[in-house]
C-alpha cells in the first residue's frame, strides 16, 4: 500500500509554482524568428562582402521599402493563420482598395475621402469572408478563394479594366505617402513598423489576441468557455482586410498608376512570409516579428539573385526551399520535444 | 437543502431513449461515483446537468428553485462547472491563461480590452497552492504532464466558487501516478465544500473516494446507496446486470 498523498510542504510548493521553467534565453532560441532573423543577417553580410551593391543606401531603400507591402499584408495573415485560417483574397483586396482609392481620386475628391472609401471596400470584403466562415461554416480556403476572384473582378469592372494615373487635386500627398521617404526610411517601411508594434501589441496584450491563438489551438475549448467564437473570427478577416487595404493605398502611391493586375498572386508570398517566419498552418503560433522576417528574408532572395547576376527565375525555388525548411524545422522540434 | 435535484430526467436521441426517469439528490460537499457500463448514459446525464444538453423531459432544481439551462454558460452562472473528458484546453497558452480562458481580468485601453497577466498569473497561483498541485502559472499547457492538465482545468472551476463540479472519466486516460493526483485534487475540491460528480469505469476511484455510488443501466438509475453500504462485486453485478436492482 503506497501513501496517497506525498504532498510537499506549503513553501516548497509556492516556490516550485513560482518558479519559471523557460528562461528568456531558451524562449528566444525556440522563436523560429529569431533563426529567420539570422538567416537574413547572414545573407545580407554576404552580400554586403560579395557585392559592392547590396550595402549602397539606395538598394536597402529599395529593398526595405519591397518588403513593406509584402510584410504589411503578412500582419495581417499571422493573425488569420494563427486563428486557424487561411487568407487567400488579400491580394485582390489590395488591388480592389488601391483602384477604390485611384477611382476616387480621379474623380476630384481630396485623398482622405478616398481612403475611407478604399479601407471600407476592403472591411467590406473581410466582413463577407468572416461571416461566411464564423456563421455558415464554409471552411476559410473556399471562402477565401472565392472572393480572390470575386474582389479582383470588382476591380476590373469599377475601372473597366483601364489603367488609372490621374490622381486630381491631392495626387502629390499620396505619391508621397505611397513613394517618399521621412529621415530616409521609405514610408511604407514605417507604416509596417507603426502597425507591426500594433499588431504584435494586440496578440500579446489583449483580450482579442488570447482569443484568435485559443480559437487556432482548440475551437471546441474556444466556444465552451464561452467565448464570442463567430465575433473573433469576423475580426480577424476585417483586420487582414485592413491590412491589405492599407497596403493598396501605399502602393497606389508607389506605383504612380494602377491597373487591375496589382497584387497578382501576392497571397501566395505573404503566405510563405508567414510560414518562413514561424506562422502555423494548423493555427495556434505566428508572430508578428517571425512574419517581417519571413518577408525580409523573401526579398533578400530576390535582390540577392539580381546582384549576382542569377536568373530571378531562380527566386521561386528559393523561396520553395526555404518554406520547407521553415515547416521541416518545426517538424523536428515538435518530433524532438516529443521524445523528451 | 440538496444542492441539485433532478426529478424523472429522460433523454431521447431521435428512436434511442439515452435517459429515461432519472431522479437524483446532490448535497453540498459529497462526491457522488457515477457508473455504469459503456452508452449507459452516463456522459448525456452530466451534460444534461451542465447545460450542453436540454432534457426531453423531467425537472431540475437548484436549492428548491426550478432551473433550466440553454447552454454550459447558462449553468456555469448557475455554479455548475463541467470538467471535459478532454479538458478543453488550449496548449499554446499558459496555464493561468488557461484557468481565465473567456473571463480574462483586464482593463480597458480605447476600444481595446487589455489583459493583466499579473492578477491572472497571481491568482491562478493562488488556486494552484489550493489544490496543492505543483502547476506553474506561467508554462504552456503544451509542456504539462496529465495531471497538472487536471489541475489547470479543476482550477478553472475554482474561479467561479462552483457548487457542483461535473467529471467526466478524469482517471480514463492517465498513468497510475497521475490518477493519484487527480484523486487527491478532487478531494481538496470536497474539502471546499464543493459537490462532485465523478463519472468513472474505475472502481478504486468510486470506493477510495465517493460518498455514494450511483449506477446508470441502460439509461435508468439501477442504484443509489452509500459507498459504505455496498461493495465493488455489487455494483459491477449491477453495471452489467447480473444483479437487477439495489
Ligand atoms: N449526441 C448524440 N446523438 C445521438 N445519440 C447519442 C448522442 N449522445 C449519446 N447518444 C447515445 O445515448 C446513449 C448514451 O450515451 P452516453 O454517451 O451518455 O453513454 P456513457 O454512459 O457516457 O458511455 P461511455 O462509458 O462509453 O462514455 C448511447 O446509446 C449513445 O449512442
Ligand atoms: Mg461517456
Redesign the interface.
Known amino acids: 500500500m503506497?501513501k496517497?498523498?506525498s504532498?510537499?510542504n506549503h513553501a516548497d510548493?509556492?516556490q516550485?509554482?513560482?518558479?519559471?521553467?523557460?528562461t528568456r534565453l531558451t524562449a528566444l532560441f525556440a522563436e523560429q524568428a529569431t533563426w529567420v532573423f539570422l538567416a537574413a543577417l547572414l545573407s545580407a553580410l554576404v552580400l554586403g562582402f560579395a557585392t559592392d551593391t547590396f550595402a549602397t543606401s539606395q538598394n536597402l531603400f529599395n529593398v526595405t521599402r519591397n518588403f513593406a507591402f509584402v510584410g504589411l499584408v503578412a500582419l495581417g495573415m499571422t493573425v488569420v493563420i494563427i486563428s486557424g485560417g487561411i487568407d487567400l483574397s488579400v491580394g485582390s483586396v489590395v488591388c480592389l482598395s488601391a483602384m477604390v482609392q485611384a477611382i476616387v481620386m480621379n474623380a476630384g475628391y481630396g485623398f482622405f475621402p478616398a481612403a475611407v472609401l478604399a479601407l471600407a471596400a476592403a472591411a467590406l470584403v473581410g466582413l463577407v469572408n468572416g461571416a461566411l466562415i464564423a456563421w455558415l461554416r464554409i471552411p476559410s480556403f473556399v471562402v477565401t478563394l472565392g472572393m480572390l476572384s470575386i474582389a479582383r473582378s470588382l476591380a476590373m469592372v469599377l475601372s473597366d479594366n483601364r489603367m488609372i494615373y490621374e490622381f486630381g487635386p491631392d495626387q502629390a500627398l499620396l505619391f508621397t505617402l505611397g513613394g517618399g521617404a521621412t529621415f530616409g526610411i521609405a514610408h511604407p517601411v514605417i507604416a509596417l513598423a507603426l502597425l507591426g508594434v500594433a499588431t504584435a501589441f494586440?496578440l500579446r496584450?489583449?483580450?482579442?489576441g488570447?482569443?484568435v491563438?485559443?480559437i487556432?489551438?482548440?475551437e471546441?475549448?474556444?466556444v465552451?468557455?464561452?467565448?464570442a467564437v463567430p465575433w473573433v473570427k469576423i475580426s480577424v478577416y476585417v483586420f487582414s482586410s485592413l491590412m491589405a487595404g492599407v497596403t493598396g493605398v501605399l502602393e497606389a502611391g508607389w506605383l504612380g498608376g494602377v491597373t487591375t493586375n496589382l497584387g497578382q498572386s501576392m497571397e501566395l508570398a505573404v503566405i510563405a512570409a508567414a510560414v518562413i517566419g514561424g506562422a502555423n498552418l494548423l493555427g495556434?503560433?505566428g508572430t508578428v516579428l517571425g512574419a517581417i522576417v519571413g518577408a525580409a528574408l523573401i526579398e533578400i532572395i530576390r535582390n540577392s539573385l539580381i546582384l549576382l547576376g542569377i536568373s530571378t527565375f531562380w527566386q521561386g525555388a528559393f523561396v520553395g526551399f526555404f518554406i520547407i525548411l521553415a515547416v521541416a524545422f518545426d517538424r523536428l522540434r515538435a518530433l524532438r520535444s516529443a521524445q523528451f | 437543502m440538496a444542492v441539485l435535484k433532478l426529478e424523472n430526467v429522460a433523454k431521447n436521441f431521435g428512436a434511442i431513449e439515452a435517459l429515461r426517469g432519472v431522479s437524483l439528490q446532490i448535497e453540498k460537499g459529497e462526491v457522488i461515483g457515477l457508473m455504469g457500463d459503456n452508452g449507459a448514459g452516463k456522459s448525456t446525464l452530466v451534460k444534461i446537468i451542465a447545460g450542453n444538453f436540454r432534457a426531453s423531459a423531467g425537472r431540475m432544481f437548484m436549492q428548491n428553485r426550478e432551473v433550466a439551462f440553454h447552454s454550459?454558460?447558462d449553468a456555469?452562472r448557475h455554479g455548475i462547472e463541467i470538467v471535459?473528458q478532454d479538458l478543453?484546453?488550449?496548449?499554446?497558452?499558459t496555464a493561468a491563461?488557461n484557468v481565465f480562458?473567456?473571463?480574462?481580468l483586464?482593463w480597458r485601453l480605447g476600444p481595446?480590452?487589455?489583459?493583466d497577466y499579473a492578477a491572472m498569473n497571481r491568482r491562478a497561483?493562488e488556486l494552484?497552492?489550493e489544490l496543492?498541485s505543483?502547476?506553474?502559472?506561467?508554462?504552456l499547457v503544451r509542456?504539462m504532464s496529465g495531471g497538472q492538465r487536471q489541475a489547470v482545468a479543476i482550477a478553472?472551476t475554482r474561479l467561479s466558487n462552483a457548487d457542483i463540479v461535473l467529471m467526466d472519466e478524469p482517471t480514463a486516460a492517465i498513468s497510475v501516478r497521475q490518477v493519484?493526483e487527480v484523486?487527491?485534487l478532487i478531494r481538496r475540491l470536497r474539502d471546499q465544500g464543493v459537490a462532485v460528480v465523478l463519472i468513472s469505469h474505475r472502481m478504486p476511484d468510486v470506493f477510495g473516494l465517493a460518498d455514494r455510488v450511483v449506477v446508470l443501466r441502460r439509461g435508468s438509475i439501477v442504484a443509489d446507496k452509500p459507498v459504505a453500504a455496498t461493495s465493488p462485486q455489487e455494483v459491477t453485478g449491477l453495471i452489467t446486470g447480473a444483479i437487477e436492482h439495489a
Do not use: M
Open positions: 503506497h496517497p498523498d504532498a510537499p510548493l509556492s516550485a509554482i513560482n518558479r519559471q521553467t523557460n494586440l496584450w489583449s483580450q482579442w488570447t482569443h491563438f485559443a487556432g489551438a482548440n471546441r475549448a474556444a465552451l468557455t464561452g467565448i495556434g503560433s | 454550459p454558460l456555469r471535459y478543453a484546453l488550449c496548449d499554446n497558452l491563461a480562458l473567456g473571463r480574462e483586464t481595446v480590452r487589455i489583459n497561483a494552484f497552492q496543492k505543483e502547476t506553474r502559472p506561467r508554462d509542456q478553472r493519484v484523486l487527491n
